[in-house]
């Protein structure tokens, strides 16, 4: 059977550091869970117009996994992306909604 975006567009999906938001729809706090991160990092969290609503540095967090807790209680209604970066160039995205 042949695959419809040929092989070179199997993996275009990667989280290296297995992004989970909860609870997904958020109303007043989500929490961001990831593995570990070495060095700088950023988290960022943009909007559906493209727009940066949060920006972050984190540094290392070890072996353990790491928890952000974000106040998403006085944002917009909608659909969210958290983008976490490494120094690297690893990237992990989820998407979110926020619902009141």
């Known amino acids: 059977m042949a695959r419809?975006?040929?092989?070179?567009?199997?993996?275009?999906h990667t989280d290296p550091f297995n992004v989970r938001v909860f609870p997904n729809p958020a109303s007043e706090i989500a929490e961001v869970t990831f593995n570990?991160?070495?060095?700088?990092?950023?988290?960022?969290?943009?909007d559906m117009?493209?727009?940066?609503?949060?920006?972050?540095v984190i540094g290392t967090t070890g072996n353990a996994p790491a928890v952000e807790r974000i106040d998403v209680s006085q944002w917009d209604a909608g659909v969210y992306q958290v983008l976490l970066t490494d120094?690297?160039?690893?990237?992990s995205t989820r998407r979110f909604i926020v619902a009141h």
Not at 4 to 12: A, F, K, S
Not at 36 to 46: D, I, L, Y
Not at 49 to 56: E, I, L, N, Q, S
Not at 87 to 91: E, I, L, T
């Open 49 to 56: 117009r493209g727009a940066t609503v949060m920006h972050k």
């Open 36 to 46: 570990e991160v070495q060095g700088a990092a950023t988290m960022e969290v943009v």
């Open 4 to 12: 419809p975006y040929g092989r070179r567009h199997c993996c275009l």
């Open 87 to 91: 120094a690297k160039g690893g990237r």
